[in-house]
């Protein structure tokens, strides 16, 4: 069965200072694995995505992930975090066989403090 | 860039009541939506699959008599919640497949339901 965990509730961050949002995925075949930013009492928005290629994915307002097939692992990162990241973070993958069935973590709540 | 807006964001209903959320793809044609539920400080999870013209497709345990999903239209999809209750209160959340994009979907900004 497909799954994705996100070890950690929250995360703490000073600004400025790098951020990592973990997450690692379980699943049968090739993952496309996603990142998800929401906002409170808002949708979901794209930050950004592996599908196949270079392992390392950059997106959205600065933030990258790394594929990591042998950890099963695809972590956000930022090299300098903002106060305004500060939100709900969501893994997601989802797989070749029924791509449009999304497979979210738990999330994480990122505090990115002045 | 591709939106979709999802109204109303936020409803109170008294219990037993049937309420409607509506979900429409403003600058493209989605032929598949996607309707979610978050719990609070829960994830998403999803609900059911709606398809332009034909049944929606329903995940395990979901009651699809109590959620009812109509896809009239290539840029509508609406989800009501007949008979109400408490516990159905919860964060409704819409999204479209991009027609054409590959692996591309956007997000509804959701619906805060709260059943007194």
């Known amino acids: 069965a497909q799954s994705v965990a996100q070890p950690e509730d929250q995360v703490n961050v000073a600004e400025g200072n790098p951020l990592t949002v973990k997450c690692t995925y379980s699943?049968?075949?090739?993952?496309?694995l996603f990142w998800y930013v929401q906002y409170p009492n808002r949708g979901l928005q794209f930050l950004l995505k592996?599908?196949?290629?270079?392992?390392l994915v950059k997106g959205s307002y600065g933030f990258e992930a790394e594929f990591n097939k042998s950890q099963t692992s695809f972590h956000l990162k930022k090299p300098s975090a903002l106060v305004s990241d500060s939100a709900l973070y969501f893994c997601?993958?989802?797989?070749?066989?029924?791509?449009?069935?999304?497979?979210f973590g738990s999330g994480t709540k990122l505090n990115v403090k002045p | 860039g591709a939106v979709v807006s999802q109204h109303p964001s936020r409803v109170i209903c008294k219990s037993g009541t049937s309420v409607k959320i509506e979900c429409r793809s403003l600058?493209?044609?989605?032929?598949?939506m996607f309707w979610y539920r978050q719990f609070p400080k829960q994830s998403l999870m999803l609900m059911a699959t709606?398809?332009?013209?034909?049944?929606?497709?329903?995940e395990q345990g979901v009651e699809k008599d109590k959620f009812l999903i109509n896809h009239a239209s290539l840029t509508l999809s609406t989800l009501t919640v007949t008979s109400a209750h408490p516990e159905d209160s919860s964060f409704y959340i819409c999204?479209?497949?991009?027609?054409?994009?590959?692996?591309?979907?956007?997000f509804g900004s959701g619906t805060r339901l709260t059943v007194v």
């Open positions: 997601a993958v989802t797989q070749g066989s029924n791509f449009n069935k999304f497979y």
């Open positions: 999204s479209a497949r991009l027609t054409g994009s590959n692996y591309g979907y956007t």
């Open positions: 699943v049968s075949g090739n993952p496309y």
């Open positions: 592996y599908i196949t290629g270079d392992n």
């Open positions: 600058d493209f044609q989605a032929t598949t």
């Open positions: 709606s398809n332009e013209g034909s049944k929606a497709t329903y």
